[in-house]
């Protein structure tokens, strides 16, 4: 199947840096990925939705000022966490949704645990 | 917007015994549902997906049924095994899985030995 690969897996930072996940599809062209935020023992909440080459969706109450989502390519899509705080500690993770073949299946990244000290 | 509501958020049954999990949902423009197994710390898998236009669906142990009018979907795993244990969530989407997912809150599946 087709394969997302999401990095850093793992990352602690000190409050008030910025972080930068990357997330890449390697054997497709992601049309959309899907950013999501996974509190522990708790489901997927979805953050926004990135088109290629477009400005992100964002769900309701996430600010997109904080959370900047970059997909400039068919391959690469960022998430950066800007001036993180401990409230942002959570499990991130990635999905994505390609042409073809892939269309309808969602290949999910990884995940990054991030924690903010 | 979607709500999936799924039920029950733990369940435990012996190994060789059958579980079954139960999802809602609310859209009745959502098609498209797709159940992913979800181990401490990793990704999400899909193990099996239904389209609207199916009622049911199997995979070796594995099983989906959808019943459009009540708005609810199960998930069916016979002779479960150890290596079964995990999250499992289910999820809704509309146009055929072309839009956003929208995920039910989990439930945590433990296999008895």
């Known amino acids: 199947g087709a394969v997302v690969s999401q990095h850093p897996s793992r990352v602690i930072c000190k409050s008030g840096t910025s972080v930068k996940i990357e997330c890449r599809s390697l054997d497709f062209q992601a049309t959309t990925m899907f950013w999501y935020r996974q509190f522990p023992k708790q489901s997927l909440m979805l953050m926004a939705t990135?088109?290629?080459?477009?400005?992100?969706?964002?769900e309701q109450g996430v600010e997109k000022d904080k959370f900047l989502i970059n997909h400039a390519s068919l391959t690469l899509s960022t998430l950066t966490v800007t001036s993180a705080h401990p409230e942002d500690s959570s499990f991130y993770i990635c999905?994505?949704?390609?042409?073809?073949?892939?269309?309808?299946?969602?290949?999910f990244g990884s995940g990054t645990q991030l924690s903010v000290l | 917007g979607e709500n999936v509501e799924q039920h029950p958020s733990t369940l435990s049954v012996q190994e060789g015994d059958s579980a079954v999990i139960k999802c809602t949902y609310s859209?009745?423009?959502?098609?498209?549902f797709p159940w992913y197994k979800q181990e401490l710390g990793k990704r999400p898998q899909l193990i099996i997906d239904?389209?609207?236009?199916?009622g049911e669906k199997k995979d070796q142990r594995i099983a989906v049924t959808l019943n459009k009018t009540a708005k609810h979907f199960s998930l069916h795993i016979t002779e479960t095994q150890p290596e079964d244990s995990a999250v499992y969530f289910c999820a809704a989407s509309s146009n055929f899985g072309n839009e956003k997912l929208t995920f039910g809150t989990g439930t945590r599946l433990t296999i008895i030995p």
């Open positions: 999905s994505a949704r390609g042409r073809g073949a892939t269309n309808e299946k969602l290949f």
């Open positions: 239904i389209r609207s236009n199916v």
């Open positions: 859209d009745s423009a959502s098609n498209y």
């Open positions: 990135s088109n290629e080459g477009s400005k992100a969706t964002y």
